[in-house]
Each structure stands twice: as structure tokens, then as C-alpha cells.
């Protein structure tokens, strides 16, 4: 909360620094007698409204050279800055600006050399545009700028800013969540781990009691080793009681610090006593349920009864491809029914009965029932060569995925039947003695004989493999997380740089202007040009025609639709075009480099400029602000000097528009007048001088837009950074929320589709239920009769079946009566998927008992 708030902060902060706008005054001291009409007076009257900054300065206007102690020291009297507006005759200082001629206050020039030159070469666009009070108004903006500007503008520092402080709180926030997860989880589990814990100490007397009960009717080396692996659950049991108290001591906090585990060494004795409290559930649940079947207890029938569940249920998988290979199919049918006979045995005693003669049986019914799973193994692996082939194995990578294949159906099957007890099952089949060298005993061998046929069912591919490992899954979001967005803001950094370092400050960007020529008139005599020498049909005859509003807007206008690149004037301009003899305004001389240009003496232009705005203002005076002497906003002149033979060349214009900062391209290029193009010869002969004016407006155009634009102070490295981080931040925000939301709703939607199960779930439940004495009917009355075990085979499965039914019902029970918030995740789904799988079985099951019966039933009635 505190980092968002800090984001906050920052995002309100930089909104205001890159938003705000200037308000404290610049005042301005005009020293007496300079020249271009700047004077106390007219400064201060171009400077009403415009001249403000975001923090106040005087500016001291002098014509003198600056002193030493002026420039090099920062000895400026009162004033914050000096601008001296003089020239050296031998130098125009138009291309390398002289930094000497501005002061700051206690401060050596050469500290801010840069922003002295900007300052000095503001003024010189300025007078070279014919201003003379705007000059020094748009050299106080850039001083406002760059010299008096405490705050940092560009949104390329503070977007970063805000954003990287808003990013930490969400990666904090988002591991926090992840440790309560975590913490809570572990909670959780060390709660079920007690839980184990507590129930293996309740029922230690209990497990204690069958052992000995059992060892009475033991030979010695079986007693002794139930009274060992008893010996084993005991000490296991008091060493996990201690444990526990010193784990709950760690995690309540209430443990000495001296003698309190690390964070890492918490979670690694957590997890071992979780997996201590497993084993010991299943060797307690082994040992007893050992000691049940060896000491002929009642309840050894249902040991068996689980024993025989799952292999029973996969040879009946097995026997529905009995055309596939019938003579092993009929040898599996009678290893079937003699298991279950056996498992009868031990249902026909009553308790004392049992009691009895189960005892002193039950080392032979374990031989026989061992033998029997031999011969289950053995026809199955029969079976398994039959269908093995070089389709379905066809080389030593597919033969170990087969067995891990084979592997997890085994241990699946059991799991669905014992709901999820697979270790125990084990144990058990260990601790009687069963297993012929695998695990799961013959239950492994059928479970191959389904998956080579599904292996040949599929073309020799095997069954799905199982979900990648963490670390596989881990790549994609290691790339996601990682590579990817650290690539895309590399990328946007380097592009963003290079264009701020390889062109100048929005140079290059898409120009606006919409508004087309507010006016034109005309200053001086068309007839002294030269007129077209054979124009077209479509063009004006005569360059007095071509000098009309209408044609000057349709030649723009056509100009804007052929080019990508152009655009009308972005304000109201009223144009007055100056047609000057230049016999009586300048000296000229032809260009030594080019034959189409004229070369004019800099010094003489600004005094011809002078002269043409007070001409121009003689016939209209609308032109000029009489205030400044300045052309006035909306107004601009365009000089045309004619030459002796009647062609001629274009002056800069001169405008109400100033320029402001370097950034500007308004009379930025003092050669453009000083070194004028002619035109009305040669080739250009038929072209009137209408067409050449709409050039020079969308020029002037161009320039306005680009005018009073403020220099970015930020290098193209600390621009690369900016866009690097911020990118960086915005693309790892969004993606972190963007799997939180897809995560959040692929559970939701999986969680949903699981209880959508369950509940079909008790569906089948129900109607399996229904039609249980039908069932009863089918298998104990009607194929129990056609038995060749006489009927005990046919009542051990229905007793089986109704077992596992019963489990299936309970399981789903205790499934829909957890709280909701434990409806959900894997371990949730993983048990809703194992009664899923058993409710299926039982289902194919009561179907195949139907249809058998019936299949009996109609051969008995017609023969």
C-alpha cells in the first residue's frame, strides 16, 4: 500500500511538473538608444501576456560587449541574466553564436556555455526574421526554458518514475499472496500430518492387541516379525510426537532463539514430517491389517476383498477383447473365479467359525491365493506376446515407456479403488508375502495386456504421457516473464533514442495545419516582373493574375493532396507580398558558387528589412503593431527583391510569429535570405510567381508548427533508460496481471467442471443403487446357478461389487460435504477423478452382469 501510494505521489507530481504552466513574470531592463527599435517601452509591450516563466529572473538588454567580470564571473548588478545585442561587423555570429555576449548572475558563462549560445542565436533568428522587441522576448523564453526552469518536464522520466514504484508494490503484493498460499498450505498440511499423527497414537493399544493376538498363533519367525515392524510403528509413533512439538514450538514462534530452525530448515523438517507421518500411516495400516489376515480376525475378509478389487476390475477390462485370443480369455475366466472363491472362503465362517479354523488355515489360503495370482500373471504376459509387436513396441525407448505407462495405469487403478491408499496397498501385498517380484503383482501384467492393445488401437502410439515437469512448464514463463519483455523494451529504448539522437527534438513528425491563406494583397507594381514566358492553358497569363487569394489557395490545396508530408498554414495568416526594386533596398552580387542564387550583405538585409516594414506600413497600416514597430500577430510580409532583367528572389518572411528555442526552425537558417534563390529564368521561366508564394507558405507553415517548442533536457542515454524501465514495468505489470486473472479463471473454470462431475456423480450413484437387487438377481441367482464353483465365485464378486459401491458412496459423501473453499485444487480433483474411475467400472460392470445374465437366460429358454 505504501509503494502504490508512493506511485501515486509520483504519477500527481510528474502530471504537475509536465502540465504546468508558466506564470511568474520575466521583467525586462532595456538600456537607452539601442538599435531594430527595442526600447523600455516596446519591449514591454511585446512582452504583455507572453513573457512569463516558471520561476521570475530579470533580463538586462545592453548593445556593449559584455566585461570580464561580467561574463566570466557573474557580476550582473540586479539583474539575473545580461543580453548584449551587439555585433561584430567582421563577424555576423550566425552559424557559431558567441556565448561572451550573455551573463548569469554569479556564474561563469562557460558553466552554461551551451545555454548562452542558445540564448545568443534566439535573438539573431529573431532579428534576421526583421523583430526587434520580439528578438529579446524570445530570448528571455529560452533563458525561462533552459536557465530558470527548476522542474523536470518530460513525461520520459516521470512515467517511468510513477510506474516502476506501482510494478514493485504488485511484485510484492504478488509474492506476498504467494507466501500466505504457501503459508497456508503448509498450515494445512502440517494439520494433516497431526491429524495422522493423533490417530496413529489413539489406535497404537488397539494395533498393539492384534499383533499380540496374532503372534499367539504364529511360528516364531513370523511373530517375530510382526513384533518388529510393531516395535518400528511405536518408535516412529514417540519420535514424531516429539517432532511435533518442536515444529509447533517454530511455528507459534514460542521456540528459544538459539534454538529456533532457520526458514529453510522449517520447511525442509515440515515436509520430512509430513512424509514421516505417511509412512507411518502405512505401516500401522499394513501391520494391522497383516495381523488381521494372520490372526483369522473377522475383519481379513475385508483385507482380501481390497486386495482383489483392482486386479479383478482390470482382468474384466481384460476379458471384454476375450475374442482377441479366447483360449487365454477362457484360462483367465477360471483364474478369476477360483480367486474369488478363495476370497469367499473367508465370507461362508461365521466369527467363531473364523475364529476356529482360519487361524490354523490361513498359511494355505495365502498359497493358494499366491498361486493363483502366478497363474493371472502368467496368462496375462501370455497375452501381452500376442499382442506385443513391432507397431507397439518397436525398439528399447518404447519398451521403458511401456512399463512406465503400465506403471502409472497400475497404480491409477488402485488408487481409484482404494481411494488413493496406493502405498499401503503395497505394504500390504509385502507384508503377506504377495508381490512375485513387483509391486502390484499380476495386477502389473493386465494393466500391459490394456495398454498394447490401446497401443495398437492408436497405431503404435502410446497413451497421452503424463503433464511436463516443472521445470519443462517453467521455460514459457521464464521466456515470458524474462527474455520477452526485456527484449521488447530494449528494443523501444534503442528506437526511441535513436530518434531523439539522430534527428532533432519532433523534427519529422506529422504536421496539422488545416487553415488555409486568411488573405493576400499586394505591395508594389506586378508589371516589373518578369511575367511567364509561354505558360499553360490552365495557368494564370500574367503574374498580376497569378498574385490572386483563390489561385494561391488552390495551388496549396493541390500541393496538400499530392504529398504524404504537407499541410495548410496552423493559423490565421494574412500575407502582404512586397514587390521590391532591389536597386533601392540592397546591394546584391551573384553567387560564386551558384548561378541561381544572388549573395546579399547580412548587415545590409536587416537594414532593408527595416525599410520594407515601414513602407509596407505607409500603404497598410494594419500590417505592423504600432506599439512594437514588430509585424503584428496574423500578419506577415513576404519580400520580393526584383532585379534589373525583371526576375527575382524571395526574402525570409517577416512575421508576427517569433522564434522560441532551438528547437525552432523560424528564421533558423540565416542563408535562406542572405543567399536567395532567382527565379522567372531559364527553366523556371513559365512558371508564374503565384505558384512560387504557395511554396513559400507551406514552408512558412511548416515553420510555425515547429515553432515555440521546448527543448527536451534529456540526453538520448537518459531517454533510453526511461523508455527501457518504463516499458519494462508496464510489460511485466501487465502480464503479471494478466496470468493472475487467466489463472484465477482457468481454476475457477476447472474447479466448476469438477463439481459438475460430482454432482453427475451422485447421479450414477443413485441409479447404480436402484438397481441393486436386479443386479443381486442377475449374478448370485441366475449365473451363480450355471457356476462351476457352485456358485461362490459369482456371490465373492457381487459382495465385491457392492463393497466398492459403497466406497464410491461414501467417498463422494465426504467429497460434497467439504467446505467450499476446499473444493478445489489438485489434490481435490485427483479424488473426484479416482471415484470418477470407479463409478465408470462399476457401471460397466452392472452392465456386463446384465448382459450376461440375459445372454443365459435366452439360451436356457430356446435351447
Known amino acids: ?72 564571473n557573474g557580476e550582473t548588478g540586479d539583474a539575473d541574466i545580461m543580453l548584449s545585442i551587439g555585433d561584430d561587423p567582421e563577424d555576423p555570429d550566425l552559424s557559431l553564436h558567441d556565448a561572451t555576449r550573455v ?52 513525461p520520459l522520466l516521470w512515467a517511468p518514475l510513477a510506474a516502476l514504484p506501482m510494478f514493485i508494490a504488485i511484485l510484492v503484493m504478488y509474492r506476498w499472496v504467494g507466501r500466505r498460499r504457501d503459508e497456508r498450505a503448509r498450515y494445512r498440511a502440517f ?76 520447511e525442509s523438517d515440515l515436509q ?43 482382468i474384466d477390462e481384460v476379458l471384454a477383447h476375450h475374442d482377441r485370443y479366447p483360449a487365454e480369455a477362457r484360462a483367465l475366466q477360471a483364474h478369476r473365479a477360483r480367486l474369488l472363491a ?72 488402485v488408487s481409484a479403488a482404494t481411494a488413493g491408499a496406493t502405498d499401503s496397498f503395497t505394504g500390504l501385498r509385502a507384508a503377506l508375502g504377495l508381490g512375485h517380484g513387483a509391486d502390484l503383482g499380476p495386477l502389473q501384467a493386465t494393466e500391459q495386456v490394456l495398454e498394447l492393445i490401446d497401443r495398437h488401437a492408436g497405431h503404435g502410439q502410446s497413451t497421452p504421457p503424463p503433464p511436463p515437469s516443472t521445470a519443462a512448464s ?150 505592423l503593431d504600432p506599439r512594437t514597430g514588430d509585424v503584428a500577430l496574423g500578419q506577415a510580409i513576404l519580400p520580393v527583391w526584383i532585379l534589373e532583367d525583371g526576375t527575382y528572389a524571395f526574402d525570409n518572411f517577416l512575421t508576427g510569429e517569433f522564434s522560441v528555442g532551438v528547437s525552432s526552425r523560424l528564421g533558423a537558417y540565416a542563408f535562406t535570405g542572405t543567399e536567395p534563390t532567382v527565379y522567372g529564368t531559364g527553366d523556371m521561366a513559365d512558371v508564374s510567381i503565384g505558384w512560387w508564394i504557395s511554396y513559400e507558405l507551406e514552408d512558412l507553415g511548416r515553420a510555425m508548427e515547429y515553432n515555440h517548442l521546448t527543448v527536451d533536457q534529456v540526453s538520448p542515454a537518459a531517454v533510453f533508460w526511461a523508455v527501457f524501465f518504463s516499458a519494462w514495468t508496464g510489460i511485466l505489470t501487465v502480464i503479471m496481471l494478466g496470468l493472475a486473472v487467466v489463472e484465477a479463471g482457468r481454476r475457477r473454470v476447472g474447479t466448476a467442471a469438477v463439481r459438475r462431475q460430482l454432482a453427475g456423480l451422485r447421479t450414477d450413484l443413485e441409479q447404480l443403487a436402484l438397481g441393486l437387487d436386479l443386479s443381486r438377481l442377475d449374478m448370485v441367482a441366475v449365473l451363480g446357478l450355471d457356476s462351476a464353483t457352485g456358485g461362490r465365485a459369482e456371490q465373492a464378486d457381487q459382495r465385491l461389487y457392492e463393497s466398492a459401491l459403497v466406497t464410491a458412496w461414501r467417498e463422494v459423501d465426504a467429497l460434497e460435504r467439504l467446505p467450499r473453499r476446499e473444493q478445489r485444487g489438485e489434490a481435490w480433483e485427483a479424488r473426484v477423478r479416482h471415484v470418477r474411475r470407479l463409478v465408470t467400472t462399476l457401471a460397466t460392470q452392472q452392465a456386463d452382469v446384465a448382459r450376461r445374465a440375459d445372454a443365459l437366460l435366452r439360451s436356457q429358454r430356446f435351447g
Open 103 to 154: 551573463a548569469f548572475a554569479g556564474e561563469d558563462y562557460g558553466d552554461d556555455y551551451s545555454t548562452a549560445a542558445s540564448i545568443r542565436e534566439t535573438f539573431v533568428n529573431n532579428r534576421t526574421l526583421g523583430h526587434g522587441p520580439h528578438a529579446i522576448i524570445g530570448a528571455a523564453l529560452t533563458s525561462a526554458d533552459l536557465k530558470f526552469d527548476p522542474g523536470i518536464r518530460t
Open 342 to 413: 478363495i476370497a469367499q472362503e473367508v465370507a461362508d465362517h461365521d466369527a467363531d467359525e473364523l475364529a476356529a479354523g482360519l487361524i490354523s488355515r490361513h498359511g494355505d489360503l495365502l498359497r493358494r491365493w499366491n498361486a493363483v495370482e502366478q497363474d493371472i500373471r502368467t496368462t496375462a504376459q501370455r497375452m501381452s506376446r500376442r499382442v506385443a509387436s513391432p507397431k507397439t513396441i518397436p525398439n528399447a525407448a518404447h519398451v521403458r515407456t511401456l512399463n512406465e505407462s503400465v506403471d502409472e495405469r497400475a497404480r491409477a487403478r
Open 474 to 623: 517453467g521455460i514459457p514463463y521464464g521466456l515470458l516473464l524474462g527474455v520477452f519483455p526485456l527484449l521488447v523494451s530494449l528494443g523501444a529504448g534503442f528506437l526511441v533514442s535513436s530518434q531523439v539522437e539522430d534527428s532533432h527534438i519532433q523534427y519529422g513528425r506529422t504536421l496539422t495545419g488545416d487553415r488555409p491563406l486568411a488573405g493576400l494583397q499586394v505591395y508594389g507594381d506586378p508589371a516589373a516582373l518578369a511575367g511567364p514566358v509561354q505558360p499553360r492553358e490552365t495557368d494564370p497569363q500574367t503574374q498580376a493574375d497569378s498574385l490572386d487569394l483563390d489561385y494561391v489557395r488552390e495551388r496549396m490545396a493541390w500541393s496538400l493532396e499530392h504529398s504524404d508530408e504537407g499541410a495548410l498554414l496552423p493559423a490565421d495568416v494574412e500575407v502582404t507580398v512586397a514587390l521590391l526594386p532591389s536597386e533601392r533596398y540592397i546591394d546584391y552580387a551573384p553567387d560564386p558558387e551558384y548561378d541561381h542564387r544572388i549573395a546579399i550583405d547580412y548587415w545590409d538585409l536587416l537594414e532593408a528589412q527595416q525599410q520594407v516594414k515601414q513602407d509596407v506600413a505607409a500603404e497598410f497600416p494594419e500590417v
Open 272 to 314: 520430512q514430517f509430513a512424509a514421516d507421518t505417511l509412512d507411518l500411516q502405512r505401516r500401522a495400516d499394513v501391520l494391522a491389517q497383516a495381523a488381521e489376515v494372520r490372526s483369522g480376525h473377522a475383519g481379513s475378509r475385508s483385507v482380501l476383498d481390497r486386495l482383489a478389487l483392482p486386479l479383478l476390475q482390470s
Open 1 to 72: 500500500m505504501s509503494l502504490a501510494g508512493v506511485s501515486v505521489v509520483l504519477g500527481a507530481i510528474g502530471l504537475q511538473q509536465v502540465t504546468a504552466q508558466p506564470t511568474e513574470p520575466i521583467t525586462f531592463v532595456v538600456d537607452e538608444g539601442l538599435p531594430h527599435g527595442i526600447t523600455q517601452e516596446s519591449v514591454e509591450a511585446a512582452a504583455e501576456g507572453i513573457a512569463r516563466g516558471h520561476e521570475p529572473f530579470t533580463l538586462h538588454v545592453v548593445e556593449r560587449e559584455l566585461e570580464w567580470d561580467e561574463y566570466s
Open 191 to 266: 494439520g494433516e500430518s497431526q491429524l495422522r499423527l493423533a490417530r496413529a497414537v489413539l489406535e497404537l493399544e488397539t494395533l498393539q492387541l492384534r499383533v499380540e493376538v496374532a503372534g499367539v498363533q504364529q511360528d516364531r519367525p513370523q511373530h517375530a516379525r510382526l513384533q518388529n515392524d510393531w516395535k518400528r510403528v511405536r518408535e516412529l509413533t514417540r519420535e514424531l510426537a516429539r517432532t511435533e512439538q518442536s515444529l509447533v514450538a517454530d511455528l507459534d514462534r514460542t521456540s528459544p532463539p538459539l534454538k529456533a530452525r532457520t526458514a529453510e530448515q522449517l
